[in-house]
């Protein structure tokens, strides 16, 4: 079976890109790459020109995952083999490529509505112009395991697993059923790619509808050290913890929450492990932390009045 091989960009959409740019380059520590005023704002995290596209929308949400593929041949197989199963893919033309700052585009929507697009050959930057960081004392951990993950909170679950499976290719990490808050009962199922990332993408089922599609997108960097440095960045800039510091039981992640500008969280972390499917053994988990990521009121929640 074709599959992708790592999650190499994603595309949000955000209502205010000057308030995304301030938090993106001073608490996540990304670099700005190519800008379009009013339009849309690349963000860096490596040598790659682009890895988290931001276009002017009013969703604040979501809007697509970029799946890489290591050469051209690999993506017309993957496409040839998802129109083969029923899937719409189409080509996108060079200036939908462009933006996204890749050779060629081709895209599909999920059950879900969530775009995934599918490229090979994204664009380096210049050697000159090497990735910096204002704010990180390592690196992002990007390379072949690509960006980073998101986890959606589809309206259809079981249509949405079948398509990570079955059009995606991805292979399941695990599952954890675990308590969100007390009497929330929250299943996550994770799924990686080729290139062996715990999870690119993970289905979180609520009990309840989400406000948005995703729950959250994740970034690693190298240096655990950075995690600490950057919760302290989001406490000086009041940006909202949604989970404190805390340590996932699959995939080893040491990590917390914080509420990005548009209203879902990022997820900032390290330590995440690499699965090596020839001995990897699929497990379901009991809890959602092994310890920490304690859960803060929402931003928006009425302060409890004195008593
Ligand atoms: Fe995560």
Not at 26 to 55: C, F, K
Not at 212 to 236: F, L, Q, S
Not at 280 to 286: A, H, L, N, S
Request: charged letters at 20%; one cysteine or more.
């Amino acid at each position: 079976m074709q599959s992708v091989s790592t999650l190499g960009y994603m595309v949000l959409g955000v209502s205010d890109l000057t308030a995304w740019e301030e938090f993106a380059v001073n608490v996540l520590g990304l670099q700005v790459g190519a800008r379009v005023p009013g339009e849309s704002l690349g963000l860096r995290m490596d040598d790659y020109e682009q890895r988290i596209l931001l276009l002017q929308s009013d969703l604040d949400d979501f809007l697509a995952a970029g799946w890489e593929f290591e050469s051209n041949a690999a993506l017309n197989a993957f496409v040839d083999q998802a129109r083969a199963r029923g899937v719409e893919v189409i080509e996108e033309n060079e200036q939908a490529a462009a933006q996204r700052r890749v050779a060629r585009l081709f895209v599909c929507q999920d059950p879900d509505g969530i775009r995934h697009e599918f490229y090979s050959t994204a664009y380096r930057a210049h050697t000159r112009d090497a990735f910096r960081s204002s704010a990180l004392r390592g690196a992002f951990s990007t390379g072949r395991l690509g960006a980073g993950h998101f986890v959606t909170v589809p309206r259809q679950s079981a249509q949405a697993k079948a398509f990570c499976e079955n059009i995606l290719g991805l292979q399941l990490s695990d599952t954890i059923t675990g308590d969100a808050a007390p009497g929330v009962k929250l299943e996550v199922t994770f799924f990686h790619a080729r290139s062996g990332r715990h999870h690119s993408m993970a289905i979180a089922e609520a009990p309840f509808p989400a406000p948005k599609r995703i729950h959250h997108i994740m970034v690693e960097c190298t240096d655990p050290n950075d995690v600490g440095m950057a919760y302290d960045r989001c406490k000086r800039a009041c940006v909202p913890i949604l989970m404190e510091l805390g340590h996932h039981p699959n995939d080893q992640m040491f990590s917390f929450y914080m509420v990005a500008p548009s209203g879902f969280a990022i997820e900032f972390g390290a330590g995440g492990i690499v699965v090596d499917d020839s001995t990897w053994e699929v497990k379901r988990y009991t809890e959602l932390s092994d310890w920490g990521h304690a859960m803060n009121p929402p931003p928006h929640a009425p302060a409890q009045p004195a008593r």
